[in-house]
């Protein structure tokens, strides 16, 4: 069993920066690969960034391609979202999820835990 917290988010002006947490319980979570989400509103969730257990592979979707890094520290059972260059249209709350065959997963289909979301609000 696996729990996870996100955190970080808040209200920030168009431009600016944020980094985002995930942070899980669970001997295991360094077998998992972790993937963040966001659901703007009135709108499906989608997935953002993913990452495979130990940290060597990722990927950002084409929404925050050159904006977005994604990353984990497994000693610290977390796993962040940079996000830099932020704009209205990323307003959304933001989830993150984890699944345990450790290999990136491009869609939510398959991922076996999930946080409650943090909010992330841009400002124009």
């Known amino acids: 069993q696996v729990q996870l917290v996100e955190s970080g988010g808040r209200l920030v002006q168009a431009g600016g920066s944020l980094r985002l947490s995930c942070a899980a319980s669970?001997?295991?979570?360094?077998?998992?690969?972790v993937g963040w989400f966001r659901q703007p509103p009135g709108k499906e969730r989608d997935i953002v960034a993913a990452?495979?257990?130990?940290?060597?592979?990722?990927w950002v979707a084409d929404s925050g391609q050159g904006r977005f890094t994604i990353s984990r520290d497994n000693a610290k059972n977390t796993v962040y979202l940079q996000m830099n260059s932020l704009k209205p249209e990323d307003t959304a709350v933001y989830y993150c999820?984890?699944?345990?065959?450790?290999?990136?997963?491009?869609?939510?289909?398959?991922?076996?835990?999930w946080g409650q979301g943090t909010q992330v609000t841009i400002s124009s």
């Open positions: 999820a984890a699944v345990r065959s450790g290999r990136v997963h491009y869609t939510d289909a398959g991922y076996d835990y």
């Open positions: 669970g001997r295991t979570f360094g077998n998992y690969a």
């Open positions: 990452i495979n257990f130990n940290g060597r592979i990722t």
